[in-house]
Structures are given as structure tokens and as C-alpha cells.
DNA sequence: TTGAAAGCGGTACCAA
DNA sequence: TTGGTACCGCTTTCAA
């Protein structure tokens, strides 16, 4: 047995029984006080808040989940955090769900994918909701989740079955790109993805290729670079060794921290960029804007994101029949010096 | 197999109770079974182990920890996690804190201070205890902790009253660098400080004017770069703006993201790194060990920090009555080409 | 080795 | 407008 939590020794903690023995009312009342249940006069609300506050009560959520059903807590599975874009994720998602009371019990801040042991521990906590970023959830982990009616919000994914998604329009993005590329000469890409488990991925670079691929220009490589720095560097080496003739005039990557990587490579190897290859990115982390990258890139608007994926969130935990929703936002390029520009 | 569903209109969930119900012995035995009491006989146990995964049994974690005090819940208070050295912390956090089946309620995670409200929550949730990193806990809630008797760990913190700590040696790294840079034959210094109020910093500082600054060599210049990039990038600018011969020859950030920001403003006003000035960091951040940069730099044994961290919470956690306990953890320098070296 | 029963701190329904 | 009371799901004596 743990020691009886109390302020001080002998004196046991506030509860909403206590409280209702020194106002000398029913704990019903007290528990309806403090919500401000209209059916309590004005005069015993008042009263009972200030006891309250006077003898420092804190609810138990606990207690109080145990009898509503309800939280108030979110399980959050968060990509990688080493990686800037989920790093920015991160806090904006904390700052807006305290806004609203929410808090974030955190199962996932890693490579790889979600141990089942893991995902069953949002259940274990009667989680209201579930917000996904990116990071895998296992079949099995989104059977579960759907089986306990528990709603699932996707940020940055491709929705699937029994899940609501917000992202950005990621093929919208790529279409920019190339364009942009385009008429800025370029002929010969090269992109850098992510693999075939990444949908952003795969989005971003379906919108290149139709923008991009016609019988002017092509594109002439791709790398699978696993979205992080280490990739990109492999795959600009890669590029750095193909014989000149053969060599692509641009590189798209579907991530910032992909084309830092490339870019990195690229200089090391004596290239020029963007003089000898143009270089763009996806994301807009911070890392990106700084002088030895200044990576052309494409900006996720994060904070909307966020904000649409926690109201989608809190809406369904309220109305748990609410069909799946998912919506897409709009992104805008931003046009920095690795990549060569159209002339005016 | 997947559990069967449980929510089905009309099917109660599946509790100790209706498990007890369909074994035909009672809620307690269950209860015991579960946890693998000793006292229920083995076939017993294997039988009720068998139902409850076949029922897709989920122990209700809210109402465990209403009769045990117990919620398996840490609060955690982490610094902004776009500085990638919180990142590194929180990726390393979440995977050790889920080896110990322990999970966190993530309060925190900006630029700033904490909310009193946001800190309160902790308490709400009953958390067993508290890991803070870096960013501030304001005094009201940690007094609030000491009140609860919810023991509370700072990981990357000097140790404040009712807490115990781990951080890294700081003032060791900091004379470590000091000595580094002399052997190099630097003799004057700027410092990028973080303000005073962060312990890290000033204990950084301190080890490296102890170690630095004697009849030969002084510290120059000091500069308040408030451990984020843009505050290194002024402080790199206003140290090219000066003279020529009041110049530092060598600069100590005291952290990896400040030294970055400097190195990119000092090359961007024409100076040489390290061939006119040395430029040394502090934590190891995968960003910095970046061609561009490639920091000479201290690392930080934050694996070591995290796991000692979670030790020390988890003893206390089981025995409250512990002494606060401070760990100091050895670093060390990490040289690359940010700094002139010593001649061999 | 097992069962009965009393909470843990709230919520919510039914009476008064 | 208030009080009484039956849970919510699990843990933990105390008895049998």
C-alpha cells in the first residue's frame, strides 16, 4: 500500500466528501457546484467554490473517468522526434491541446514501427482519442482502436479504414515543384523518396512525375533515401559518381532533412548547387532555411494541420458516429537559393 | 486472433467481473490470478490467464490506480523540442521509459515557462512521479509535488529542493574545452552564454573561465545567446562587427545550436572558422557534426542521463522516504574541425 | 487456496 | 434546488 497522499501529516486530502462535510451539504452538490450545474443556486455554487479553492482540491481525473468513461486523455504516436518536422509537430500539438485541456500520453517517439504492447497501453488508459503523426500504426493497434470505439485522427497521412486524416496536399505540392523546376530549364531530375510505406511520400512524388515528366524532360533516377539525413548523403554520393553526361540538373527530395543529406554529398563531392544541380526539399523545417542550406521547399501549413486534426479529434470523441473526415490542406512554396529560378 | 468484440451493443466489456463470472469463481481470484499471486493454485492460474486473452481482457488503468494510488503515469516536463537536443532526450525517454512498462503524460514541450494550470494537470492525473528536463517547473508546482509527495527527477538540471538530478558534468566539460582551446594556442575568448537562467550554462561557463583565463589568456567578450540559434547568429554578428584586434580568437558556445547560429553569421560577414576564429560547442547534436559545421563539441552520455534518471524516479517512486539524490555523469570532447588543434 | 466486502473519488439518476 | 444511492473496475484486508 502507498502512503495516503495528504498535505499534511494527519490531515487527509481534500475530496469532494470532504468538502461536502464542512459546507454541510451532500457530495452530490458539491459535484455539481463545481461544475456549475445551473440547478445550484447562485449563493451555494459561490460558497462551495471558494471552500474549494481554500482548501486546495484538486479533482481526481482518475475517479472521475472511472464513473463518465471519459479521459480527457489523448494517445499520441509521434514520428521520429530527431526529425525536425516531427520535432515542430510536437510542439505545436502540445501547446493547442493544453489550450483546450487536453493532454498527450505519449507512446511513440521513434524510428521504427509500434511495439503491439505499446499501442494496447492507450486502451489500458481509456484514452478518448488517438492522434496519429506519420509513425505507423499497426493493423492490429487500428482493429483495436476501432473495436473499442476509440476515434483516430491521422496528421500527415493517408487516411485509412476507421480513421480521420488531415494533411497537406502533398501531390498539390509536388505539381508546384516541378513546375517551378521547369521554368527554371531543368530537364533531368532525380528524386529522392521515402520508400513504399510512406504515402506522403509517394503523393509527393506522383505530383512531380505529372508535373514534371513529358517529352521534354524526364525523370532520370530515383533513390530510396528512408527520410532521414544518412539517406539523402548515400543518394547524392550516388549522383555524384554517375558520369557526367548522365547526371540529372535537378533533385527533388520529398523532405528537407533528405535534401540536406543530398546536398551535403554534393559539395563534398566538389559539385556546385545549385550552379551544377538544383536542390529542393518538402516540409520547411528550420534547419533548411539556414544559410549553408537555404533549401527551396515546399511549406506544410503545421499549425493548421494541427489544429484541424485536434478538432476533428475532439468532435468525434463527442460524437463517436461521425463519419470518417479527411481533409486537405493547402501548402505554398518558398523559394530560397538551392535551386536554380526561372528568369524574370 | 483479435479479441472479440467487446462493444458490441448488448455485450458487456469484458472486466474482472465478468471474467469471474464466466470462471465461476470470484473478482478477487481473478484479481490475484492476473498478477501471478503465488497463493492462487497454478491451474488456476493458467485457466484464468487463458480466459482473459481469449476475452480480449484490457485492465481498466484508471480504476487500478484509484484503489492502488498507482498510475503507472509519468509527468514529463520537456524543454522545446525543436532543439534538437531535447529531441535526442525524448526519442531516448520514451524507449526506456516503455522497456518499464512506464508511460508519459507529456506536459510540456515549448519554448518558456510552464503554465501553473498545465502543471496542476500532473497532479490531476495522479502521476507517480515527475522527470523534468531543462525547461523550468516554477516553484509553485513543484511545491505542489513536494506537497503530494510526487518525487520529481531533473535530468539536464542542477538539483533544486525536493529533487533529485542527473545531469552531465558541465563545469569538467567546460574546463575540458578550455583546455583544448589553449593547447591550441587561443588566448582570447568570447562566451555564448544562455542567460542566467540556466544552470547548464552557467556551470559550463564557469568550468571554462576557471580553465581559460589566467595571465596569458582572458575571456574578451560574453554574449547572451539564449540557447536558440538566432541568439548565437547576433552574437556571431556583433563579434565580426568588432575591430579587428579586439577580436576573440575563439569563441565557446554553450550549446551545439547556439555555436551553429554564430558559425553561420561569422562566415556570412566573411570570417574563416576555424582559420580566423575557433568555434566550439557543447551536447553533441547530430546537426552539428554536419559538413557545414562539423562542431568541435562536448557530448553529453545522454542514454546513460535518461536511464540513471529513470532509475532514480522509479526507486523513489517505490519508497517515497529516499534521500533526493544527485548523479554527476562524466561527457567528453568530440573534436572535429570547428577549432584550430593543438600541434601534435 | 479462495471468497466476501469495503473502499478509492466521482458521476448521475431518482426522489424529495 | 438538494440529498440519497447505486455504480465505474479494481485492489486489498479479513475470514473461511
Redesign the interface.
Known sequence: ???P?T?APGRPRTTIVTLARSAGVSASTVSRALKGDPSISPAMRARIAAMAVEAGY??????R??SSGR?G?IG?VLG???N?FY??L??DL??EA?ARQQ????????PGAI?DS?A??L????VDGCLVTSADLSS?AA??CA???VPLVMINRIPRRHASAVSCDNAEGGRTIAQFLRAGGHRRAAILHSGPGSSNGIERERGFTDAFADDRARIVARFDARSI?EGGHAAGEAIAAMPRRDRPDCLFAVSDIIA?GAM?AL??KGLRVPDDISVVGFDCI??GA????AITTFRQPVQAMVRRGLELLAARIGAPELPDESVLLRGEIVIRDSARRPRP
Open positions: 500500500m502507498l502512503p497522499m498535505d484538486m479533482p481526481n481525473i482518475m475517479a473517468t472511472l479521459s486523455l499520441l521520429p522526434a530527431t525536425p520535432a515542430m510536437l510542439e502540445v501547446r493544453a493532454r498527450f500520453m505519449i507512446i511513440h517517439a521513434g511495439e505499446t494496447e497501453a486502451l489500458h488508459y481509456r492490429r482493429d483495436i473495436r473499442n470505439a539525413y540536406m551535403d559539395r563534398a528550420p534547419d539556414r544559410p549553408p542550406y
